[in-house]
């Protein structure tokens, strides 16, 4: 079964610092990763996806790297802001039987900025 | 765009009430899907659908039903509910194929007493 951590569960830095989110699952076998932003209350927001083809994906301040052999992605945001003060998800597809292909969610980190 | 809305964003039942949670995407997709989020367990999948007319068990079904009659409406129903149903609930849509990405809801917060 595939299994998704991500590390640390919290984190909380300075406004302006740079900062590395990891994920790691256990089935290298992924079509793609998801990154996602959940703020409080509120519903999960796409931030990027990476083909497992690919090596990484930049929006912005944000860029994501996979490492599909090693099990790793990570998420790197520049610049860090207090509006980026939010949960932050990392998911994987992979077959998961019967024609079907799933997303695996890791319990995702949650950042503070602090201004 | 409204995307994919969910209906109610709240809502409290008593022990052994039943319910139907709504989600309506708006895109066109043909796959749909309903999750649960608790503390500590992250989003687990209850039920999907890849399209109109078809549904499927995910890692927690037991408990909840669905239905897919229109393309874009994914009904997840609650027929007897029970506090371990106390949840937020997350209903998403992608379009058909590996690589599409999925969009989320705003989610549903049910509360069982």
């Known amino acids: 079964k595939q299994e998704v951590t991500q590390i640390p569960a919290a984190l909380s830095v300075p406004e302006g610092e740079n900062l590395v989110l990891n994920c790691s699952f256990t089935d290298s076998a992924i079509y793609n990763l998801q990154w996602f932003r959940q703020d409080p209350g509120k519903g999960l927001t796409s931030l990027l996806l990476?083909?497992?083809?690919?090596r990484e994906q930049t929006s912005g301040r944000l860029n994501a790297s996979l490492d599909k052999s090693s099990g790793r992605s990570t998420l790197y945001i520049a610049a860090s802001q207090p509006g980026d003060s939010a949960t932050y998800l990392c998911?994987?597809?992979?077959?998961?039987?019967?024609?079907?292909?799933?997303?695996?969610f890791g319990k995702g980190t949650k950042l503070s900025v602090i201004p | 765009n409204a995307g994919v809305t969910q209906t109610p964003k709240f809502r409290v039942l008593k022990t052994g009430q039943s319910m139907t949670l709504l989600c309506a995407q708006d895109m066109n997709h043909e796959y749909m899907y309903w999750y649960r989020q608790d503390p500590g367990m992250g989003l687990r999948l209850i039920h999907y659908?890849?399209?109109?007319?078809?549904?499927a068990k995910g890692e927690v079904p037991d408990g909840y039903n669905v239905s897919r009659l229109k393309k874009q409406n994914f009904l997840l129903g609650l027929e007897s509910a029970a506090p371990s149903q106390t949840s937020v609930y997350f209903c998403?849509?992608?379009?058909?194929?590996?690589?599409?990405?999925?969009?989320f809801g705003q989610g549903t917060r049910l509360t069982v007493v």
């Open positions: 659908s890849v399209g109109e007319g078809t549904t």
């Open positions: 990476i083909q497992s083809s690919q």
């Open positions: 998911a994987v597809r992979l077959y998961s039987g019967a024609g079907s292909y799933q997303l695996t």
């Open positions: 998403a849509s992608r379009m058909r194929g590996l690589i599409t990405e999925a969009f």
